[in-house]
């Protein structure tokens, strides 16, 4: 089982940049690491998604060492509007009969003051 | 194109009675999936489906039953409903399950009195 384990919350100001830290010591080979935004009465959504290396989309940038037992979401230069819940997913988390179980963790709430 | 769909946004249920919760998805997915959110919490999954045809249970099933009706629906059941279950529900799908990306509806807020 590839449980995650992130930072219970965090603060930030706006413009700064900010990384938030996932550990998944289990990752197994084939899993990827993903990571998703809620902000309150919504579902949660897709930011970003790798599997090592560094990926950068236009909202974050995903860090993933060698050894991939964890990984930074970097949001450059926050806004209010980042203030959410951020969750570190791993893939695969479990299998039954060939099949996968994605399942969360309790997120890291960021918190943006002005 | 809607995403994710699902029916009621809100219900107010008494203690013992029973519903079901409506789950859509016109993306042509294979896999869907249940969760609750407790207030301040994360997500619990319940319950998923990887294929039409084939369910199976996730971390927190009991109370609960499920649905893959077809390929685009997929239902929950709460049989005689408890104030344990007050939560708001989110359903998702994904192309194929594990390592996809998980598109999530906007949520059912149900209060069970």
């Known amino acids: 089982l590839a449980k995650t384990t992130q930072p219970i919350s965090m603060d930030s100001y706006e413009g700064q940049e900010v990384n938030i830290t996932c550990s998944h010591n289990n990752i197994a080979t084939n899993d990827y690491i993903t990571w998703y935004q809620q902000f309150p009465s919504q579902g949660p959504r897709f930011i970003i998604q790798g599997y090592k290396t560094k990926v950068t989309n236009e909202v974050a940038s995903l860090f993933i060492p060698a050894d991939r037992k964890s990984s930074t979401l970097s949001l450059p230069r926050v806004s209010l509007s980042d203030t959410a819940v951020y969750y570190c997913?791993?893939?695969?988390?479990?299998?039954?009969?060939?099949?996968?179980?994605?399942?969360f963790g309790a997120g890291t709430r960021l918190a943006v003051h002005p | 194109n809607a995403g994710v769909t699902q029916t009621p946004k809100f219900q107010v249920l008494k203690t013992g009675q029973s519903m079901t919760l409506q789950c859509a998805q016109d993306?042509?997915?294979?896999?869907m999936y249940w969760y609750r959110q407790d207030p301040g919490m994360g997500l619990r999954l319940i319950y998923y489906s990887a294929s039409e045809g084939t369910t199976d249970k996730g971390e927190v099933p009991n109370g609960y039953n499920v649905s893959r009706l077809n390929k685009r629906e997929f239902s929950l059941r709460l049989e005689s409903a408890a104030p344990s279950q007050t939560s708001v529900y989110f359903c998702?799908?994904?192309?194929?399950?594990?390592?996809?990306?998980?598109?999530f509806g906007s949520g059912t807020q149900l209060s069970v009195l």
């Open positions: 998702a799908s994904s192309k194929q399950g594990g390592n996809e990306k998980l598109f």
């Open positions: 997913l791993v893939g695969a988390s479990l299998f039954s009969g060939g099949y996968n179980k994605l399942i």
């Open positions: 993306m042509n997915h294979n896999s």
